[in-house]
């Protein structure tokens, strides 16, 4: 059974940094897209950086790129998010998800979600 488990969520005030983890078990992940989503408040849920599991090449939403670096540890089978420089507005609930294809941003994609870690960066 895949589990993807969550952490590192927190309160920090804005400019500030944190780094989420998401344990990930229960299968290989090598033909996988690891995905990082978040759902903000009154908001739909939405893509924020994606890793290849095998290879390591990355994407990122326009509004993290350069501030959010996703990276994986294939020992420790985790993926990690680290967030500088936090703005208010990136406040939401953050969401590890696995997908089985190179498409990293669609979330019609991913077949396993963790049950994800609640951000909150205040002004």
């Known amino acids: 059974q895949v589990q993807l488990v969550e952490s590192g969520g927190g309160l920090v005030q804005a400019g500030g940094s944190l780094r989420l983890s998401c344990a990930a078990s229960?299968?290989?992940?090598?033909?996988?897209?690891m995905g990082w989503f978040r759902q903000g408040p009154g908001k739909e849920r939405e893509f924020v950086a994606g890793?290849?599991?095998?290879?390591?090449?990355?994407y990122y939403d326009m509004s993290v790129k350069g501030r959010f670096t996703i990276s994986r540890d294939k020992a420790k089978n985790t993926v990690y998010l680290q967030m500088n420089s936090l703005k208010p507005e990136d406040t939401a609930v953050y969401y590890c998800?696995?997908?089985?294809?190179?498409?990293?941003?669609?979330?019609?994609?991913?077949?396993?979600w963790g049950q994800g870690t609640q951000v909150t960066v205040s002004s």
């Open positions: 229960g299968r290989t992940f090598n033909d996988y897209t």
């Open positions: 890793i290849r599991w095998s290879g390591g090449w990355t």
């Open positions: 998800a696995a997908n089985p294809t190179p498409q990293a941003s669609a979330e019609s994609f991913y077949r396993y």
